[in-house]
């Protein structure tokens, strides 16, 4: 199958700067582009009154000041977080973006963004509804819209079912029966895999479907060329200090 073209980079900074800076904030954005980066990954899922904001977990506890579940506060009490002060002292006070947050800041500076749907449990559909929702209101009429991906299918199917324009990608740490097939059903445009599960065989399964070939989290510079000679499409990485992206 003929793949249409792609309009992102190879090289992806995961939630933003890797573990340079405060995953998922504006912080961490900010640093991977000082390293070159012109694509990033990061987390996306809701406040309880459904405001679209970045972070990976589902309790607040690792990264924030906060405590329990970060779905179920509103975002008047999550917007006064301190994200930045259990990564160091120097990023102390650093907040919780909203996903509009940083599509302002991406899109002032010509940066790329793909979003990771990461719902509270329970809220699958409900979120992959309301991220692909605002993406699409955030990105009207850019020239290159945000990938969504996801593990959880139900938000893909969310995402895809009120914004199917938008493009979109499984994330496997796995290959799990019927994969491929899901992947079609979904209208995903790529796969996005823990990097050890490609061979020369799934990259051709997926590249035979017309779907793009992405690995995360690679962090070794053999791993990164194990990939490239493989012929993947996409590599998200921490080693924002390590990888040039213009490699």
């Not at 493009?167 to 996005?192: F, N, Q, S, T, Y």
């Not at 510079?221 to 200090?241: S, Y």
Request: aromatic letters at 8%; hydrophobic letters at 45%; glycine letters at 10%.
């Amino acid at each position: 199958m003929i793949m249409n073209p792609w309009p992102y980079p190879r090289w992806v900074a995961h939630r933003g700067a890797g573990k340079l800076a405060p995953e998922n904030t504006l912080a961490a954005f900010k640093l991977g582009a000082a390293h070159g980066y012109r694509m990033f990954e990061c987390d996306a899922k809701l406040s309880a009154d459904g405001v679209p904001f970045l972070m990976h977990d589902a309790r607040l506890d690792r990264t924030t000041s906060g405590r329990g579940i970060g779905g179920e506060q509103p975002w008047s009490a999550l917007a006064q977080l301190d994200a930045g002060s259990w990564h160091s002292r120097s990023h102390a006070g650093e907040p919780l973006p909203t996903l509009e947050n940083i599509a302002r800041f991406c899109l002032a500076n010509g940066y790329l963004l793909n979003i990771e749907i990461k719902p509270t449990p329970g809220v699958e559909r409900e979120t992959g509804e309301a991220v692909a929702r605002e993406a699409a209101r955030l990105w009207q009429g850019a020239a290159v819209p945000p990938l969504l991906t996801s593990f959880q299918v139900a938000s893909l199917e969310g995402a895809h079912a009120v914004q199917p324009d938008l493009p979109c990608g499984l994330l496997l740490d796995k290959l799990w029966d019927g994969w491929l097939e899901a992947a079609k059903r979904l209208g995903c445009v790529a796969i996005v895999c823990n990097h050890a599960l490609w061979d020369a065989a799934t990259v051709a399964l997926a590249h035979d479907a017309g779907m793009r070939a992405l690995s995360y989290t690679v962090n070794d510079d053999w791993a990164a060329q194990r990939l490239i000679d493989l012929g993947t499409d996409g590599i998200i990485t921490d080693r924002v200090d390590l990888f040039s992206p213009a490699g």
